[in-house]
T-cell receptor, first 113, second 108 residues
Framework: IAGITQAPTSQILAAGRRMTLRCTQD?????MYWYRQDLGLGLRLIHY???????GKGEVPDGYSVSRANTDDFPLTLASAVPSQTSVYFC????????????FGQGTRLTVV | GQNIDQPTEMTATEGAIVQINCTYQ??????LFWYQQHAGEAPTFLSY??LDGLEEKGRFSSFLSRSKGYSYLLLKELQMKDSASYLC?????????WGAGTKLIIKP
């Protein structure tokens, strides 16, 4: 692994199903983020974690949960998917919580039908 | 409150110069980022401005005025590969707040 990796890259999911999007980084970054990107709306923050063991809610957290058991992994779970969660999801990380660039995973394109 | 705004779309000609503006409002401002995002790909870092003034990196330059809540990205000698969306983001209260992005279309 080099950098930040997301899995899967794309998924079609039936409404009501549970789904976990995986995110792993090998840069030992403290801060990690989950965003969704929808046409015309830009990147919107779902949840974040400033360091292992802590998480916080972003702008659009409803219907999503996260955990940060260790520095490297930051999974995003949709407990019961709905069509409005159809989006492109990006995981990002950075060294500290301010003043440094964020690195992005390649994205997960999720379609809920 | 917090707000960040940039034009939705711009068109420019290959070889020309284009300036993409970004205005913002926030408290606890730390700095401003510019990212490039090609269609279907992840955003990639271009620049980070903390202090007022112009920072140049090859064909790309970024400017910041903290007092005016204003930044711009200047792209010179445009190439077709510069066709992409350009995202500005403010580093505010230890979070990144993103603009919706400016889609730059380059014509031959």
């Amino acid at each position: 692994i080099a950098g930040i990796t997301q899995a899967p890259t794309s998924q079609i999911l039936a409404a009501g199903r549970r789904m976990t999007l995986r995110c792993t980084q090998d840069m030992r970054h403290n801060a990690m983020y989950w965003y969704r990107q929808d046409l015309g709306l830009g990147l919107r923050l779902i949840h974040y974690s400033n360091t292992a063991g802590t998480t916080g809610k972003g702008e659009v957290p409803d219907g999503y949960s996260v955990s940060r058991a260790n520095t490297d992994d930051f999974p995003l779970t949709l407990a019961s998917a709905v069509p409005s969660q159809t989006s492109v999801y990006f995981c990002a990380s950075r060294t500290s919580i301010g003043g440094t660039e964020a690195f992005f995973g390649q994205g997960t394109r999720l379609t809920v039908v | 409150g917090q707000n960040i705004d940039q034009p939705t779309e711009m068109t420019a000609t290959e070889g020309a110069i284009v300036q993409i503006n970004c205005t913002y409002q926030t408290s606890g401002f730390n700095g401003l980022f510019w990212y490039q995002q090609h269609a279907g790909e992840a955003p990639t870092f271009l620049s980070y401005n903390v202090l007022d003034g112009l920072e140049e990196k090859g064909r790309f330059s970024s400017f910041l005025s903290r007092s005016k809540g204003y930044s711009y990205l200047l792209l010179k000698e445009l190439q077709m590969k510069d066709s992409a969306s350009y995202l500005c983001a403010m580093d505010s209260n230890y979070q990144l707040i993103w603009g919706a992005g400016t889609k730059l279309i380059i014509k031959p």
